[in-house]
């Protein structure tokens, strides 16, 4: 099972060019999954549909959250489909296995008060502050996911455009920035960042303190410290951001497809959520304002 699991893997990273954090959560649905075959004795070639079933209930009792549940089993649909791709088995074990329905949730976002006083918390007085003034201006008027935002780099950015080209594995989309986040990025490329870089080679639009190119935890951290530094109540993660962006564009009349090209959504279902998040606001002012609610 291990070779399988290791060309799995390669099929993963190579022909779905899938990220390594990506890959690191297939294996360890697998590994879990060979756990539970190697402590009931079972070949995972020769597993039937209700023994799949079992380990799916397994985790649903052992607590795991519907969603995880869901994801494990997705990992099993992708395994075995490779399996029978490459001619290992005839039938799919998977087959009519039930996972917990997910309940999707409405995300959390910021109301537009909160957002300022989130962006008013770095001040450019140093080369810290100018940096993170940009990141936090860029990350709000683009809703770039954290990944986007850290592998940026600097000819992305079009000032005389207006523009930020964001890239990802299958495609480069352009969204627009608004005059503040121009202004706080032009300022952090021209002020601050050729002083925090040490290598004239690093490409990177975002530099740590070190002059390395940001991490993903130390974006994180960033947005821990100043969601502190304001008071706000609310958890705020960088994801946060990217629900807010698209709240606030929807509830000021960008259409839906818009808001799905800046984001990036190959599927505007996963935008339609932002709908749902409007709708309950509406409802909220309605039993707030009228009288007979």
Do not use: C
Request: glycine share 4%.
């Amino acid at each position: 099972m291990d070779k399988q699991i290791k060309l799995f893997l390669e099929f993963l990273k190579n022909e779905k060019r899938l990220s390594d954090n990506t890959l690191q959560s297939y294996n360890r649905d697998i590994q879990q999954y060979k756990l539970f075959l190697e402590m009931n004795r079972l070949n995972y070639l020769k597993i039937e549909n209700d023994e799949v079933q079992e380990y799916i209930d397994g985790l649903k009792e052992f607590g795991k959250k519907p969603a995880t549940v869901s994801r494990n089993l997705a990992t099993l649909r992708s395994f075995y489909s490779f399996l029978m791709r490459t001619k290992k088995i005839k039938d799919d074990p998977t087959f009519n296995v039930q996972a917990p329905r997910v309940e999707k949730k409405t995300p959390s976002v910021l109301t537009s008060d909160e957002v300022n006083l989130l962006l008013e918390q770095p001040k450019d007085v140093d080369l810290k502050g100018t940096r993170d003034k940009a990141m936090l201006e860029v990350a709000y008027a683009t809703g770039m996911k954290v990944t986007e935002i850290i592998d940026l780099n600097i000819e992305d950015f079009k000032e005389e455009q207006g523009i930020i080209s964001i890239k990802s594995r299958k495609s480069t989309r352009d969204v627009p920035l608004g005059g503040m986040a121009i202004a706080a990025l032009t300022e952090y490329i021209n002020d601050a960042r050729p002083i925090l870089l040490k290598d004239e080679n690093n490409r990177a639009l975002f530099i740590n303190m070190n002059g390395s190119r940001l991490t993903r935890q130390g974006f994180w951290k960033i947005v821990k410290y100043y969601k502190e530094k304001a008071h706000i109540e609310k958890d705020i993660t960088p994801h946060v951001l990217r629900h807010s962006f698209a709240s606030h564009l929807l509830q000021n009349g960008a259409d839906m497809k818009s808001i799905q090209t800046m984001l990036g959504h190959s599927d505007i279902s996963s935008t339609k959520v932002y709908a749902s998040f409007e709708n309950a606001e509406l409802r909220d002012v309605y039993k707030h304002t009228f009288p007979r609610a």
